[in-house]
């Protein structure tokens, strides 16, 4: 069966995709100022390999999404597994248990003993944006520029990377991701859709 994808539904894949290190408390950090071109490299590359060194990430997450539909926002709560390359595992347990795997190109789910699946593939409008985070997540800024403008804001200590899609069909259904961190912990990843809706992950604590 084929898995319909809504703008949410992506919004919370791609927050996930973000994870690759051990999640520090979390905190939704205050804009910081621009970074300032750093004497011992540019600090988008720094950045760019402490997250490559991460291979495995497995943490705690909270999630709230803002649907200009609903009254009130939706939250929910569980678990979160990044392996490297590719694979990536997002288990919900509240308010209602749901599995998100995504693994080489397809994205299944499985909710109340059934599961669906689609393949990324057939989403050209959204396939770059999931490849350009994982190229984020593997230190390929060439690929990640391919498709997103960056700014990266603070410093290393205390960071937030401003990613905006280049790529047309993209930039139709997401206006901007914020990710913030400190050094290779990443704290949240927030999705701002062009229909106005928007989703804020917030990730830890670490998990064994």
Same mark, same amino acid.
């Given at each position: 069966?084929?898995?319909?994808?809504?703008?949410?539904?992506?919004? %919370?894949?791609?927050?996930?995709?973000?994870?690759?290190? !051990?999640?520090?408390?979390?905190?939704?950090?205050?804009?910081?100022?621009?970074?300032?071109?750093?004497?011992?490299?540019?600090?988008?590359?720094?950045?760019?390999?402490?997250?490559?060194? !991460?291979?495995?990430?497995?943490?705690?997450? %909270?999630?709230?999404? @803002?649907?200009?539909?609903?009254?009130? /926002?939706?939250?929910?709560?569980?678990?979160?597994? @990044?392996?490297?390359?590719?694979?990536?595992?997002?288990?919900?347990?509240?308010?209602?248990?749901?599995?998100?795997?995504?693994?080489?190109?397809?994205?299944?789910?499985?909710?109340?003993?059934?599961?669906? %699946?689609?393949?990324?593939?057939?989403? /050209?409008?959204?396939? /770059?944006?999931?490849?350009?985070?994982?190229?984020?997540?593997?230190?390929?800024?060439?690929?990640?520029?391919?498709?997103?403008?960056?700014?990266?804001?603070?410093?290393?200590?205390?960071?937030?990377?401003?990613? %905006?899609?280049?790529?047309?069909?993209?930039?139709?259904?997401?206006?901007?991701?914020?990710?913030?961190?400190?050094?290779?912990?990443?704290?949240?990843?927030?999705?701002?859709?062009?229909?106005?809706?928007?989703?804020?992950?917030?990730?830890?604590?670490?998990? /064994?």
């Amino acid at each position: 069966m084929r898995l319909p994808l809504s703008g949410c539904a992506i919004g %919370t894949l791609l927050a996930a995709l973000a994870l690759t290190a !051990h999640a520090a408390n979390p905190a939704a950090a205050s804009a910081p100022a621009a970074v300032a071109a750093s004497p011992a490299g540019d600090p988008l590359d720094e950045l760019l390999r402490e997250l490559a060194a !991460h291979r495995r990430g497995h943490v705690a997450f %909270t999630e709230v999404q @803002y649907l200009a539909i609903l009254d009130r /926002p939706l939250e929910s709560s569980g678990e979160l597994l @990044y392996e490297a390359p590719d694979r990536l595992e997002k288990h919900t347990l509240e308010p209602r248990p749901e599995t998100l795997t995504l693994e080489h190109g397809m994205l299944s789910a499985t909710r109340g003993g059934r599961t669906r %699946t689609v393949e990324l593939a057939a989403h /050209p409008q959204l396939a /770059p944006l999931i490849e350009s985070l994982r190229a984020t997540l593997s230190g390929d800024r060439s690929a990640l520029e391919q498709v997103f403008s960056t700014r990266l804001e603070g410093d290393l200590a205390h960071w937030r990377l401003r990613l %905006t899609p280049r790529n047309r069909e993209t930039a139709r259904v997401v206006k901007e991701v914020l990710i913030s961190g400190e050094h290779a912990k990443l704290q949240t990843v927030e999705i701002f859709q062009t229909d106005g809706d928007h989703s804020l992950l917030t990730l830890g604590p670490e998990l /064994p």
